[in-house]
């Protein structure tokens, strides 16, 4: 009896030590979402992000602003300087980035809360088209992964009730939505011990299901969702 209870508590702590090495070497998702951010803002804080988490894989989710919030509005060639920045900017570090398209938002709603005249002669959805198309441009340019979120909520729907809370930020289910698309990107093997920066606006950060002003980050935010696919 006494060689088999040291044997089982021998196991016990082997098992233990296993359990915590896994847990180790997981695959680290990184939210760095700040709600209301730009490109501008975005490529001039994206170095520091870098030095922070030294990540394998960068996931740009950025331009709704530029296109969609008339307070933070930018033209089309700032916005592709800036998106392009942002990317050389990772690859300068040997991280591979991966570019979000922006969904379609529901306009009804959007524009209950927006002026037509605020987006100054060019309507949201223009902007959006130019924002997207300029992404499209810089993962085929700088040999960057694409996301076509926008072909993939329009798929399922639109931003509509179910996806989205607002017409632009999403549910819980519009949110996986956008983590299996992220996922789909990636590598199917990831090794242990990567790290993952999503890296972006109030979609990265997870305005709809988790709460403004740097909230713990809940398990329905994108990239909570990225981390539960990547176990």
Same mark, same amino acid.
Do not use: W
């Given at each position: 009896m006494h060689t088999?209870?040291?044997? #089982? %508590?021998?196991?016990?702590? $082997?098992?233990?030590?296993?359990?915590?090495?896994?847990?180790?070497?997981?695959v680290h998702v990184v939210n760095d979402g700040f709600p209301g951010e730009n490109t501008t803002e975005l490529d001039a804080r994206i170095g520091?992000?870098?030095?922070?988490?030294?990540?394998q894989y960068v996931v740009i989710f950025a331009g709704a602003n530029d296109s969609l919030n008339d307070k933070k509005l930018l033209p089309i060639g700032l916005t592709t300087r800036n998106l392009d920045?942002?990317?050389?900017?990772?690859? #300068?570090?040997?991280?591979?980035?991966? $570019? %979000?398209?922006?969904?379609? +938002?529901?306009? %009804?709603r959007l524009m209950s809360r927006h002026r037509i005249e605020d987006y100054?002669? !060019?309507?949201?959805?223009?902007?959006?088209?130019?924002?997207?198309?300029? !992404?499209?441009? !810089?993962?085929?340019?700088?040999?960057?992964?694409?996301? +076509?979120?926008?072909? %993939?909520l329009h798929n399922a729907g639109g931003a509509n009730k179910d996806l989205s809370i607002d017409g632009v930020h999403l549910t819980a289910k519009g949110y996986r939505l956008l983590a299996q698309a992220v996922?789909?990107?990636? +590598?199917s093997q990831i090794p242990a011990d990567t790290t993952i920066l999503c890296f972006g606006d109030s979609i990265t950060y997870g305005i709809g299901v988790r709460p403004a002003n740097d909230a713990p980050e809940t398990p329905e935010t994108y990239p909570s969702q990225l981390r539960t696919l990547l176990k």
């Amino acid at each position: 009896m006494h060689t088999f209870g040291r044997v #089982t %508590v021998l196991h016990v702590l $082997l098992l233990s030590l296993l359990a915590c090495l896994s847990l180790a070497a997981q695959v680290h998702v990184v939210n760095d979402g700040f709600p209301g951010e730009n490109t501008t803002e975005l490529d001039a804080r994206i170095g520091d992000a870098l030095q922070q988490f030294h990540p394998q894989y960068v996931v740009i989710f950025a331009g709704a602003n530029d296109s969609l919030n008339d307070k933070k509005l930018l033209p089309i060639g700032l916005t592709t300087r800036n998106l392009d920045a942002m990317v050389r900017t990772v690859q #300068t570090t040997g991280a591979k980035a991966v $570019l %979000v398209q922006v969904h379609t +938002p529901d306009m %009804v709603r959007l524009m209950s809360r927006h002026r037509i005249e605020d987006y100054r002669g !060019i309507g949201p959805l223009q902007r959006l088209t130019m924002v997207n198309k300029s !992404i499209a441009n !810089i993962a085929r340019k700088d040999h960057a992964a694409l996301v +076509p979120f926008h072909e %993939v909520l329009h798929n399922a729907g639109g931003a509509n009730k179910d996806l989205s809370i607002d017409g632009v930020h999403l549910t819980a289910k519009g949110y996986r939505l956008l983590a299996q698309a992220v996922r789909n990107q990636l +590598p199917s093997q990831i090794p242990a011990d990567t790290t993952i920066l999503c890296f972006g606006d109030s979609i990265t950060y997870g305005i709809g299901v988790r709460p403004a002003n740097d909230a713990p980050e809940t398990p329905e935010t994108y990239p909570s969702q990225l981390r539960t696919l990547l176990k």
